[in-house]
């Protein structure tokens, strides 16, 4: 641009174009004519309509609301399968699963997924497959991941039903800094219109009910990967939506989450049987069992790696270099999870050593 004006002696800078001409100003209630003579310069044409092109992708993509394509499990049973790895702009904040089943009087709808437009679209894609009510929709549990995208839902009427484990992440300042944090790195799908909704149902523990010819479990889980971890079953599918508990085909995000009450939660979801398992993330699994070793196997890693280093003494820093990572190191998530994974471990490995003292 610069060595063009050089060589282009005649082209004044365009704001002076747009000034009123010498000695008119506004309060003289002469109107400002732009100077239509730089507008015809070809270079200038080509840079406006750059410029207008850009924003008009810009909107477009804020605009246009992140694909969500629903999968049939069984017969009345569907989910929808986020992106693999973290929620981050380039996949919108849809790294996580979410489900629906239709019965006979309604929709039944298990999460609600990571920001408000993915909750929209998952709405219009259960109204491209029925036109039935939204009965409910049960929260697995309360991560940013699988309950900003509410709002659609709640104002389509459906009521909220999440286990009491939630009350302390929404009431402690955690939701809100969790809130804040994904303010920042998932604008602008997750914005100032995004709010922590508590549910309408506070649920004590496990609970049943039975609605349009079917009959749905909800079994608490928790405290393993959250405080509130509850799985749903729908009877007559043998379907099960196992929430966070199970992450299929990458590695789980386990934080300071309880590992030793989850491998507990693991065997008894094996004993459950599931015939079909919808996990908090990755593909829906045929074959729970096999789906589950791998969690398992990776949580008993964790402890026992963490736990050698906790009873040798050695700094975490040693206990994470020394540890063998090879079987996951190639998973999706391990380079954002594993470290603050093996690091809440640690933790929790040291407690649970001075517990036993
Ligand atoms: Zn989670």
Same mark, same amino acid.
């Given at each position: 641009?610069?060595?063009?004006?050089?060589?282009?002696?005649?082209?004044?800078?365009?704001?002076?174009?747009?000034?009123?001409?010498?000695?008119?100003?506004?309060?003289?209630?002469?109107?400002?004519?732009?100077?239509?003579?730089?507008?015809?310069?070809?270079?200038?044409?080509?840079?406006?309509?750059?410029?207008?092109?850009?924003?008009?992708?810009?909107?477009?993509?804020?605009?246009?609301?992140?694909?969500?394509?629903?999968?049939?499990?069984?017969?009345?049973?569907?989910?929808?399968?986020?992106?693999?790895?973290?929620?981050?702009?380039?996949?919108?904040?849809?790294?996580?699963?979410?489900?629906?089943?239709?019965?006979?009087?309604?929709?039944?709808?298990?999460?609600?997924?990571?920001?408000?437009?993915?909750?929209?679209?998952?709405?219009?894609?259960?109204?491209?497959?029925?036109?039935?009510?939204?009965?409910?929709?049960?929260?697995?549990?309360?991560?940013?991941?699988?309950?900003?995208?509410?709002?659609?839902?709640?104002?389509?009427?459906?009521?909220?039903?999440?286990?009491?484990? !939630?009350? #302390?992440? *929404?009431? =402690?300042? @955690?939701? %809100?800094?969790?809130?804040?944090?994904?303010? $920042?790195?998932?604008?602008?799908?997750?914005?100032?219109?995004?709010?922590?909704?508590?549910?309408?149902?506070?649920?004590?523990?496990?609970?049943?009910?039975?609605?349009?010819?079917?009959?749905?479990?909800?079994?608490?889980?928790?405290?393993?990967?959250?405080?509130?971890?509850?799985?749903?079953?729908?009877?007559?599918?043998?379907?099960?939506?196992?929430?966070?508990?199970?992450?299929?085909?990458?590695?789980?995000?386990?934080?300071?989450?309880?590992?030793?009450?989850?491998?507990?939660?693991?065997?008894?979801?094996?004993?459950?049987?599931?015939?079909?398992?919808?996990?908090?993330?990755?593909?829906?699994?045929?074959?729970?069992?096999?789906?589950?070793?791998?969690?398992?196997?990776?949580?008993?890693?964790?402890?026992?790696?963490?736990?050698? !280093?906790? #009873?040798? *003494?050695? =700094?975490? @820093?040693? %206990?994470?270099?020394?540890?063998?990572?090879? $079987?996951?190191?190639?998973?999706?998530?391990?380079?954002?999870?594993?470290?603050?994974?093996?690091?809440?471990?640690?933790?929790?490995?040291?407690?649970?050593?001075?517990?036993?003292?």
């Amino acid at each position: 641009m610069a060595r063009y004006l050089r060589e282009k002696k005649t082209i004044r800078p365009l704001a002076l174009n747009l000034a009123a001409p010498e000695g008119h100003g506004r309060q003289s209630g002469h109107r400002l004519k732009p100077a239509s003579s730089s507008m015809n310069h070809p270079l200038l044409r080509r840079l406006v309509c750059g410029f207008a092109l850009c924003a008009l992708v810009v909107t477009a993509a804020r605009s246009a609301d992140p694909k969500v394509v629903p999968v049939r499990v069984s017969k009345h049973a569907w989910y929808v399968q986020g992106q693999a790895g973290p929620a981050n702009r380039a996949n919108q904040g849809y790294n996580s699963n979410a489900g629906f089943v239709v019965t006979g009087e309604g929709v039944v709808v298990i999460d609600a997924l990571g920001t408000i437009p993915l909750g929209r679209a998952f709405l219009a894609a259960i109204r491209a497959i029925t036109d039935k009510p939204i009965r409910r929709v049960i929260v697995t549990h309360y991560h940013a991941d699988h309950f900003y995208g509410l709002a659609p839902f709640k104002q389509a009427g459906a009521e909220i039903w999440a286990h009491k484990g !939630a009350r #302390e992440y *929404l009431e =402690s300042g @955690e939701g %809100a800094a969790r809130l804040d944090q994904r303010r $920042r790195d998932l604008a602008p799908w997750v914005d100032d219109q995004t709010t922590l909704i508590p549910p309408d149902r506070w649920l004590e523990g496990d609970a049943s009910f039975a609605l349009g010819g079917l009959n749905f479990d909800l079994v608490y889980m928790g405290p393993a990967h959250a405080p509130d971890d509850l799985v749903v079953i729908v009877r007559e599918d043998q379907v099960l939506y196992s929430g966070d508990i199970l992450f299929s085909g990458r590695i789980p995000f386990v934080g300071n989450a309880d590992t030793r009450r989850w491998l507990a939660t693991m065997e008894k979801l094996i004993a459950l049987g599931p015939k079909t398992m919808v996990p908090g993330h990755g593909a829906v699994s045929r074959d729970p069992v096999a789906e589950l070793a791998l969690t398992r196997d990776y949580l008993r890693h964790l402890r026992a790696t963490m736990g050698k !280093a906790v #009873e040798d *003494l050695l =700094s975490f @820093e040693e %206990a994470y270099k020394n540890a063998d990572w090879s $079987r996951y190191a190639r998973m999706p998530a391990f380079e954002a999870a594993n470290r603050i994974n093996a690091y809440g471990t640690y933790l929790l490995m040291e407690r649970e050593s001075l517990e036993k003292k």
